[in-house]
């Protein structure tokens, strides 16, 4: 079993930033891609960016620019550093990962999700 938890969510006016993180613990011999989507109220949930495990990242139009996906391979982790927030980024942030487990069975792994709030 893989878990995520993230952290480093909050509440920041616009045009702020925040950096939230997700670290993997568990039965993880190799994670391929990492990603973080996020659910704001009433929608369904987004993917904003993604990054391969050679550090290769792609974001969704809205967020060029000003949203940054980042990981260390060696702690599990990926981070997203968010900056220039508006209020429409307002969300749910929840990371995502797929991989291979020690047994050599996949995995596809949601953490528990942080909150984002920005104030206009």
């Known amino acids: 079993q893989v878990h995520l938890v993230e952290s480093g969510g909050g509440l920041v006016q616009a045009g702020g930033s925040l950096r939230l993180s997700c670290a993997a613990s568990?039965?993880?011999?190799?994670?391929?891609?990492m990603a973080w989507y996020r659910q704001a109220p009433g929608k369904q949930r987004e993917l904003v960016a993604t990054i391969t495990s050679g550090g290769s990242g792609n974001y969704v139009d809205f967020v060029k620019g000003r949203f940054t996906i980042s990981r260390d391979n060696a702690k599990n982790t990926v981070y997203f550093d968010m900056n220039s927030l508006k209020p429409e980024d307002t969300a749910v942030y929840y990371c995502k990962a797929d991989g291979l487990h020690y047994n050599l069975t996949r995995f596809d792994s949601w953490g528990q999700g942080t909150q984002v709030t920005v104030s206009s």
């Open positions: 568990g039965s993880i011999l190799r994670i391929n891609n």
